[in-house]
């Protein structure tokens, strides 16, 4: 059903995990705006809380993500003896204003850090925050993962695990530093299911180094098996200069834009017929989980973990390099952690660099958003006709409709979501 179109997928556009986004982000911006952002929110607003732990057991040759190896005990305890400090700092200039209703624990791999500092972290954040019965999830590294984290995930209401899956095909997972066998994915699920959790997200990958269409309908028939209750196919970016570990992986046998393309295509077709609900361009969901729930009533959101459910305004990021999100700010704490934790010695906040969103940027953002989340965005009146002007091509192919003053993508028209959305960007767009 899909069109295939190689100069729009030849034309690299952003994920739009945020907007603007974090290419725009300078060190105009800083601990200031971020404290000033704070002291404005107001008494019982709901905000959402993201804890990050830049550490793995083993590092993956094609991750983008801040991580470094867990290999230095020391430097493991120094760093979660400040983040649970810039944790009470937060809390504390909060005074108790803002009402914890979500906490999402990710990497890195957070399951890299011993089960007991898991235990001590959480309960940090329930002690200095207003948080009653929060939704809590966690992504795991499931080639570290034991019936122990089982347990303390389980007995911590942990509601949501994430699984760093990518694919079960063995050459492939030579081919990108990923070893794991299939067993190590299956006794994770079990371990989970057998303690209550069974709320599971798999994020696979195509465009991985030799990997044919017979080696993802492979990965596929293995997930559709486990039936977790959510998947993300990402497709992988080969990006050597901005992440030399990626320089590892033999580039000259990655798929051409076509076989990208019929991989996603085919993710997308499996899926379905296996009864998952597609969200956006990449993620899936069992029509019972909480996504597929509220794509069904435009819920849908999207922020720095994807799509999701999580309808909350505000994003506090605690760690090095995480991300915190207010209305009218973008704020990216210290990438290096140990520059990190001397901020965080000295008694100070650690972002360092950000963004300001002002009227003009949240309305383009809400409309990036609508499209990637819902296929679909009102257009203001006073932009109608450029946008029409400017969407000319695109409907010409029959990627995008009209319905009115309301922007639609048609089904075809899904894997260019991002190029659609990337008219409205004021940096790279024509609107």
Same mark, same amino acid.
């Given at each position: ?47 959402? @809380? ?6 793995? *057991? ?8 801040? /991580? ?7 430097? @493991? ?12 700092? #937060? ?9 914890? !209703? ?20 959480? *309960? &940090? ?22 019936? $122990? ?15 760093? #899956? !990518? /694919? ?28 209550? =959790? ?12 030799? !990997? ?7 990965? @596929? ?25 990626? &320089? ?60 999701? $459910?999580? *309808? ?33 010695? +000295? ?10 969103? $002002?009227?003009? +940027? ?25 946008? &029409? =002007?400017?969407?000319?091509?695109? +409907? ?11 922007? =639609? ?15 409205? *960007? ?6």
């Amino acid at each position: 059903m899909w069109s295939y179109h190689p100069d729009l997928l030849a034309t690299p556009v952003p994920r739009y995990t945020s907007y603007p986004t974090a290419v725009e982000f300078t060190n105009a911006v800083g601990a200031d705006d971020y404290t000033a952002a704070l002291d404005r929110i107001a008494s019982a607003t709901p905000v959402s @809380l993201y804890v990050h732990i830049p550490f793995c *057991d083993q590092i993956c040759w094609y991750c983008g993500c801040n /991580t470094g190896a867990a290999n230095r005990t020391q430097r @493991l305890a120094d760093y979660l003896t400040a983040l649970r400090s810039e944790i009470a700092m #937060v809390a504390k200039r909060l005074g108790g204003r803002a009402r914890v !209703q979500r906490i999402a624990f990710g990497g890195g791999s957070p399951n890299a850090i011993a089960p007991v500092d898991f235990v001590r972290l959480l *309960d &940090r954040i329930l002690t200095v925050f207003d948080a009653s019965n929060p939704d809590i999830s966690i992504e795991i590294d499931p080639r570290g993962f034991s019936a $122990d984290w089982a347990r303390v995930l389980a007995a911590s209401s942990v509601a949501r695990v994430s699984l760093g #899956v !990518q /694919t079960f095909t063995p050459q492939i997972q030579q081919a990108i530093g990923r070893v794991q066998p299939l067993t190590d994915i299956e006794n994770a699920v079990a371990s989970l299911r057998l303690r209550g =959790i069974d709320a599971i997200n798999f994020d696979l990958m195509y465009g991985l180094p030799g !990997q044919s269409l017979a080696d993802l309908d492979e990965t @596929l028939d293995e997930t559709i098996r486990l039936a977790p209750s959510r998947i993300a196919l990402f497709g992988y970016a080969h990006l050597p200069a901005m992440i030399p570990r990626q &320089r590892r992986i033999d580039a000259s046998n990655l798929p051409d834009l076509r076989l990208r393309f019929e991989q996603a295509a085919l993710g997308f077709d499996r899926l379905t017929a296996a009864g998952y609900v597609p969200i956006g361009f990449d993620h899936f969901a069992l029509p019972t989980d909480t996504l597929a729930i509220a794509a069904g009533e435009g819920r849908v959101n999207r922020n720095f973990q994807g799509f999701t $459910d999580d *309808d909350t305004d505000l994003l506090i990021g605690f760690g090095a390099s995480a991300i915190s999100k207010f209305p009218e700010l973008l704020v990216q704490n210290e990438k290096r952690a140990g520059h990190y934790r001397g901020l965080i010695a +000295e008694g100070r906040l650690t972002a360092t660099r950000g963004v300001s969103i $002002d009227a003009d +940027e949240r309305a383009r953002g809400n409309i990036v958003r609508n499209l990637l989340c819902s296929g679909r965005a009102r257009i203001p009146t006073p932009m109608i006709e450029t946008t &029409r =002007i400017a969407m000319a091509a695109l +409907e010409h192919r029959g990627l995008i409709g009209w319905e009115a003053d309301n922007l =639609i993508i048609r089904d075809c028209g899904r894997p260019y979501a991002r190029h659609v959305a990337a008219q409205f *960007d004021r940096v790279r767009g024509k609107l």
